[in-house]
């Protein structure tokens, strides 16, 4: 990186890089759950799975909604030195980070399938689905104020995750256009590219 430029990853692309794992593991370890009598019987561990699952999307979306919004209002325009990271370079490194964290999870919704079926699968689906919501308040925010917001790499955890947590001091932003995802974090459309 040239003359003092950082590299830059998008916020909203590391929010959203577990949504995907978290939720096909908790369907998959839920569908399991639906073959394993249980405990407790299918209908209490549906029951409270649902419960789960409507916690989860609700404390992970909402969780440090203040952080980001104090980091967002505070940051500054991004240099031309700085390096804008790839959508997939920022997904890559967040999965690898946390991939034995996500097997281990994935492995006691499982197990918690022979106590209370269901449940621990929707759990982890809830967790992936409170990712998806955030990454898409987070999209609203950066249209209605038409800049996208990335954070160094080397503020964030070694896992690639943490894009709020205590190491970052502050945000960059860019212009809606720049970098290859779309506000939220997803794939930009290729019909949108100019």
Same mark, same amino acid.
């Given at each position: +990186? ?21 939720? @096909? ?7 399991v759950g639906l073959l394993v009598p249980g405990?407790?019987? !299918?209908?209490?561990?549906? +029951? ?6 409507v916690v989860a999307a609700a404390v992970v979306? *909402?969780?440090? !909604?203040?952080? *980001? ?36 999870? @994935? ?24 990712? @998806? ?28 995750? !943490? ?7 502050? *945000? ?15 794939? !930009? ?6």
């Amino acid at each position: +990186m040239a003359r003092g430029g950082q590299g830059l990853v998008r916020v909203a692309v590391v929010v959203r890089a577990g949504a995907a794992p978290l939720w @096909w593991a908790g369907v998959f370890a839920a569908a399991v759950g639906l073959l394993v009598p249980g405990i407790t019987g !299918r209908r209490i561990g549906v +029951m409270a799975g649902a419960a789960l699952f409507v916690v989860a999307a609700a404390v992970v979306s *909402y969780g440090r !909604r203040k952080r *980001y919004t104090t980091l967002g209002r505070a940051a500054a325009r991004a240099g031309k030195h700085d390096v804008l990271q790839d959508r997939a370079v920022g997904v890559r490194t967040w999965r690898r980070g946390h991939r034995w964290w996500l097997l281990l999870a @994935w492995l006691a919704a499982l197990g918690c399938n022979f106590a209370v079926p269901v449940a621990g699968g929707l759990l982890l689906a809830g967790c992936g689905t409170g990712l @998806w919501l955030k990454a898409a308040w987070l999209g609203r925010h950066e249209r209605a104020e038409d800049a996208l917001l990335w954070v160094r790499v080397d503020w964030l955890a070694p896992n690639g995750g !943490r894009p709020a947590g205590k190491a970052v001091k502050a *945000y960059r932003s860019t212009g809606i256009a720049a970098g290859d995802a779309a506000p939220g974090g997803a794939r !930009r459309r290729t019909a949108a590219l100019v």
